[in-house]
Structure formats: structure tokens, C-alpha cells
């Protein structure tokens, strides 16, 4: 049965949540489910805004037909190729066989690469148009974000821009799929950043520049492919956006990751946590990074202006879950961070040259004074050595 919504006269959200899958690209816990939003306008010409992913193609099929109410699909506007969108395209071609594809040339070669069909498409550029009665989609290319295809399109009439991956976010929806429905601040910002950095977070430059391209527009409704639709309050977003494709820190903050074998790497954490609170130091927080999916990690290092990084030696090398959340920083660009280190060993500890050699190796990563040295577990020298650098990274964020 279907389940649909007009967001705006004319033109209807015809999305799905799933609620079982547990791993998003089969990389990121989905905790919460994941949403998945496409979108029709019905005008002399009817247009699908891009399809959705396999496990919702039913409810999705079934919101489809309603809307059209018997009418015929004119054009599908494939905004982005990746299969969360797209597996239904073959369906909806043996179903509506006079629907014209409307995508950037690159899209329509994935889809005979994906596919291994020809189909009826139109290929568009930036700036090109498509006329549907009332209203005339505009599209702009948004390369990387989240891949080479994307494209958004801005709908004139009623000053629509949808928005393909851009403004996002992890978790199923309740009927309430307007941002402004919920609270989304409390409840969503998190899954918002956690799916931008991990999902685009490598793309800054490219999402900067689709930004730059969007304050050009009068925008009245914000329409994204997954997680909530924005209608009002367009600056909460926005600003989140700016910051995060700029790499600048939302907050003056501590993230302390720890990757322990035995709780002794652990408990300098701890006792670095405590110190830094004892100089007045509010917004700190301790991570074990076993423990922690780096999903996670990954959102908090973009969110947070001061990392310390405190890993045990593990095979001569920088312990393993901590090795990955520092690939994964450098791997999504994250740059312009003040860093502390802490390593332990008990014979040949390298886990804090190793460290500080990949954050190198990344851009604006300022590595404070002194990096401590464990030797097995805390002592009192150490302690002397944990203070030394609490104090220095308290005072990157008074
Ligand atoms: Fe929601 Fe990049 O696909």
C-alpha cells in the first residue's frame, strides 16, 4: 500500500526507511535504519527526482503508481548513480518503457556499466534545463559529492533544490521527514555529521564549491536523498556544511582516543581526561577506539579541535583499531587539528613516532609538546609528563 506526501503542491516524497540493515555501504552501523527519499512532480510532463535502493523498491514501486495515477513516467532524473538509488532503474524501464533518463553523460555510462542496458537518455550539462509545464528543473553539476556523476537540480517555480547526498543523514524516518517536525538538533545533527564526514567528508573542495553554487540560489525547500527535508532554518545546515567542508572545528573541544591491550594506555587517558577537566576544560571526551566504530570516531575528530591520540605499541607498529581511525582521518582529509600524543611500550615502543609520522602527512596538523611516553603503565614521572601536556592542550581551547 502506498505511503506518500505532498511537500509542496505538485510535487510528492515517495520515499522508504529500512529498518534492518545493519551496515550502510556495508561499512557504517546503522543503529538507527537508514531513509531513502526520491521524489515526483506532476506537471504536463511527469518527473521522478531518482530512484532507491533494493530493499524499499516495493513500497517505493507502490508509492510510484498512486502518484501517477495512471498517468505515464515521462522522465527519471538520475542524479546519482550509486546503487542506493539506482537498482530499481531496470524495474521502472520494463514498467514505464517511455520514460527518458535525464543525467550527466558519466551517469548514463554507469548505468550500461551497472546495468548493461541502453537506455533512452538525455544527457545534461551545467546549466541545462528541463521545461515539465509549470516547472523547469536547472541542473549543476556537484562532481564527488558524492560521486563523479552528481548532479542537483534547482526547480525554479517553487524554489526547490534537490540535493542528491548533499545535507543527508543516517537513520530511518517516522512520518515526520520535515527537519522541522523534529528535533533535530538533538536527535539528528549527530547521524548528519557522522553520514557527511564518513560518506563525503574526503570531498571538502568539492562540497564547498556546490555550497558556493547553492548561496547563488533563492531556495525556499531543501530536498535530499536521504534523512530530512528542509523547509526552513536553512542556516542550522548550512553553517554545519560550511564548517565541515572547510574541515573547521564546530567546537572548541578534546577528543581523547585511546587503543589499549591491557587498560594501562587506557588509564592515561583517563588520567589526562581528569586533568584537563581539572583546568577547566568542559567540552572533553574519551573514546577506546576497539570499542568505538570509527564511523563514529571519525565524525567526532571533525567535530572537535583538539585530538590526542594514545595508542600501545602492537607488533612493533601503532595498535591496529588506532592505526585505522588514523588512516581513515587521513584517508577523509581531516586537517587543521592540534594533537597530543601518548604511546606506551614495555620494550620497544614506536607507536608515537609511527603516529605522528601519518599525521605528518596530513595537512595544518599541529603536534604539541611533549608527546608522553608509557613504559608499560603510569608512573609518577609519567603522570608529571601527562600534566605537562594537559596543560598545553588546555590552552588550545580556553
Ligand atoms: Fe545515497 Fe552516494 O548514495
Not at 510535487?11 to 552501523?29: K, Q, T
Amino acid at each position: 500500500m502506498y505511503n506518500v506526501r505532498e511537500v509542496e503542491k505538485d510535487i510528492w516524497w515517495l520515499g522508504a526507511s529500512d529498518r534492518r540493515l545493519e551496515l550502510f555501504e556495508n561499512v557504517y552501523p546503522l543503529p538507527l535504519g537508514m531513509s531513502y527519499n526520491n521524489y515526483v512532480i506532476m506537471d504536463d510532463k511527469t518527473c521522478l527526482m531518482d530512484g532507491i535502493d533494493d530493499a524499499v523498491t516495493r513500497q517505493f514501486m507502490d508509492n510510484l503508481e498512486h502518484v501517477l495515477g495512471g498517468r505515464k513516467l515521462d522522465y527519471m532524473v538520475v542524479q546519482h548513480m550509486e546503487p542506493d538509488h539506482c537498482t530499481c532503474i531496470p524495474q521502472l524501464i520494463s514498467k514505464y518503457p517511455e520514460m527518458k533518463i535525464v543525467a550527466s553523460q558519466k551517469a548514463v555510462q554507469m548505468i550500461s556499466q551497472f546495468y548493461h542496458l541502453q537506455v533512452d537518455a538525455i544527457a545534461v550539462k551545467e546549466g541545462d534545463t528541463l521545461e515539465l509545464g509549470h516547472h523547469t528543473l536547472t541542473f549543476c553539476t556537484a562532481p564527488m559529492v558524492h560521486w563523479p556523476e552528481v548532479i542537483v537540480s534547482y526547480e525554479t517555480t517553487t524554489g526547490t533544490l534537490f540535493s542528491a547526498d548533499a545535507f543527508g543523514a543516517f537513520g530511518a524516518m517516522s512520518g515526520n521527514i520535515f527537519a522541522d517536525e523534529v528535533d533535530w538538533d538533538r536527535d539528528w545533527e549527530s547521524e548528519a555529521r557522522r553520514y557527511y564526514v564518513n560518506i563525503v567528508g574526503k570531498y571538502g573542495v568539492q562540497t564547498a564549491a556546490l555550497l558556493k553554487k547553492a548561496a547563488a540560489l533563492d531556495i525556499k525547500m531543501i530536498l535530499p536523498l536521504h534523512g530530512h527535508l528542509w523547509r526552513q532554518d536553512f542556516g542550522k545546515i548550512l553553517d554545519l556544511y560550511t564548517k565541515w567542508a572547510s574541515y573547521t572545528p564546530e567546537k572548541k573541544a578534546v577528543a581523547v582516543f585511546y587503543g589499549s591491550v591491557y587498560g594501562n594506555t587506557a588509564n592515561a587517558a583517563d588520567i589526562l581526561a581528569m586533568m584537563l577537566s581539572e583546568l577547566g576544560v568542559k567540552d572533553v571526551k574519551v573514546y577506546d577506539v576497539s570499542k568505538t566504530h570509527p564511523s563514529y570516531l571519525l565524525a567526532e575528530a571533525f567535530r572537535c579541535s583538539t585530538l590526542v591520540f594514545a595508542s600501545a605499541t602492537y607488533n612493533a607498529e601503532i595498535f591496529d583499531s588506532m592505526h585505522t581511525l588514523l588512516v581513515d582521518a587521513k584517508n577523509h582529509n581531516l586537517s587543521g587539528r592540534t594533537v597530543g600524543l601518548i604511546e606506551n611500550g614495555s620494550w620497544a615502543a614506536t607507536a608515537g613516532k609511527k603516529m605522528a609520522e601519518i599525521l605528518g602527512s596530513m595537512k595544518s596538523m599541529t603536534i604539541l609538546d611533549p608527546m608522553v611516553k608509557v613504559t608499560s603503565s603510569v608512573d609518577d614521572d609519567t603522570r608529571g609528563k601527562l600534566q605537562e601536556l594537559a596543560q598545553a592542550l588546555a590552552e588550545t581551547v580556553k
